[in-house]
């Protein structure tokens, strides 16, 4: 059957991530995004007439979500127990911070997610800048937290 990723985009599902038991990568549009009016694709090369996206187009969206750096990548990695070549478990440990208003979430923690804004307040951004200007090498990894774990330790 495979793992999958639940993909948002301001915290409203349009998809899913699709892991074979041979680690090959799919993407699909739920029916239902691709029919709204208002319905953006994930990205160029992932076009709405098309429901499903194959592995190459899928893996290389992916990657370009994750950090280019390799020393990053490994640390990212090793922090949760993954592998730095597996941009799933990278995207499943990390999909709730990418960039932009893109989320890739596990399945039983998207419906957490949608529809879940909230402030942070000024002491969280606070403590991750001081974080930031303690680590001298915070420019090439990952801070020590993500934003997400920071705001449940609160």
Do not use: C
């Not at 930031?132 to 705001?151: V, Y």
């Amino acid at each position: 059957m495979g793992k999958e990723l639940r993909v948002l985009i301001s915290d409203e599902q349009i998809g899913s991530v699709h892991q074979n038991p041979q680690g090959r990568l799919t993407f699909t549009y739920d029916d239902i995004w691709r029919q709204r009016l208002d319905a953006l694709p994930l990205s160029l090369s992932m076009p709405l007439t098309q429901g499903e996206h194959g592995s190459k187009v899928t893996e290389n969206y992916i990657w370009g979500l994750i950090s280019d750096d390799p020393q990053t990548r490994d640390e990212m990695a090793k922090r949760k127990g993954v592998s730095p070549r597996s941009a799933f478990a990278l995207m499943a440990n990390y999909g709730e911070d990418t960039v932009g208003a893109i989320q890739m979430v596990l399945p039983d923690s998207s419906e957490q997610h949608t529809g879940r804004l909230h402030d942070v307040h000024d002491a969280v951004i606070a403590i991750m800048m001081m974080m930031t200007m303690i680590d001298a090498t915070a420019s090439r990894s990952p801070p020590p937290m993500t934003t997400s774990e920071l705001m449940r330790e609160l």
